[in-house]
């Protein structure tokens, strides 16, 4: 019989000592905003660390790769209406988009608090909470693990603004599922992508290739009747050129030309393969989404060795 260890739960302050130098400091390192970034299924970007929000300084202040702004408070004890009001501060302060909050232990009250500010605001105004843990096995190292609490009901406030004629269209609920059908196809089938998350009422899908630096985007042309699989490089001229000085070897393993797209006059690069179609049409949209997966499969395969 094999003989199993025991998780063992760390208390934080064994881990992470002080909240300012040590924790945000370490949550700050693209690897670990990366792990942040797979629980919530946002792509963060562009930190900062200790941003001034008048007399106040936010913890990090982010932006995702479509520029909007994402604050990110911490607490390495059980949540406080202090915090609780520094969230909201921070957020009408900076005009962010997403907020998200760390902390030891949510209280009753404050998970409370997070649904309904969630439930009650629009969809540019979108609450985390997050609980974070630190476990072992036997005499490893301590691993992090984020648990969500709360979070946005994306669902319910695109009905609430569709019946109230605000912004999400039809043709944007049709293109999140089809990104729906896409993400469960490749948690069921993809070989090499193991992270697939959240859809969004949009004409993009993110997924994650383990990096900060760069990421996949599946994407909808409705008015050209295409989808694509690109590699999505938010603010990297310098990283654009390295992989396009290894573009006959990336496209020969690939087994398919691509469209290197640098985009001089914008922050951000694209890399990308496009295959026609109908996403609107039933029979079309499954081979569209057995090749965006196979292409995401090759891509994560591929793309990493030059990053």
Not at 28 to 36: C, D, M, S, T, Y
Not at 69 to 85: A, R, S
């Amino acid at each position: 019989m094999i003989e199993l260890s025991k998780l063992i739960q760390i208390p934080l302050r064994e881990v992470w000592k002080h909240e300012a130098l040590d924790f945000t400091q370490w949550l700050a390192l693209p690897a670990n905003i990366e792990l942040l970034s797979d629980t919530i299924g946002v792509n963060i970007t562009e930190t900062q660390t200790e941003v001034g929000v008048g007399q106040f300084h936010v913890d990090i202040l982010a932006e995702d790769e479509h520029g909007r702004k994402i604050v990110i408070e911490n607490q390495l004890e059980p949540t406080n209406h202090d915090h609780l009001g520094k969230i909201i501060t921070y957020a009408s302060g900076l005009q962010a988009e997403v907020v998200v909050w760390i902390v030891e232990r949510a209280r009753e009250e404050h998970e409370q608090a997070i649904n309904w500010l969630n439930e009650n605001t629009t969809e540019d105004a979108n609450f985390f909470l997050l609980q974070i843990e630190a476990w072992k096995i036997g005499d490893s190292r301590p691993a992090p693990r984020f648990n969500i609490i709360a979070k946005p009901n994306d669902w319910a406030k695109t009905v609430k603004q569709s019946a109230t004629g605000n912004t999400v269209s039809d043709l944007k609920l049709k293109q999140q599922d089809f990104f729906e059908l896409l993400r469960k196809y490749g948690e069921d089938n993809a070989r090499v992508v193991r992270s697939w998350r959240k859809t969004q009422p949009q004409h993009w899908y993110d997924i994650s290739i383990g990096t900060s630096q760069a990421h996949l985007s599946a994407t909808i042309n409705s008015r050209d009747l295409l989808v694509g699989m690109e590699v999505y490089i938010s603010n990297n001229k310098e990283l654009f050129h390295k992989l396009l000085t290894n573009k006959d070897a990336i496209e020969s393993q690939l087994g398919m030309q691509l469209d290197w797209q640098e985009l001089p006059d914008k922050k951000a690069s694209r890399i990308i393969a496009t295959k026609q179609g109908n996403f609107l049409d039933e029979i079309e949209s499954q081979e569209l989404i057995r090749w965006l997966v196979e292409t995401a499969d090759g891509f994560s395969r591929v793309f990493p060795k030059y990053l």
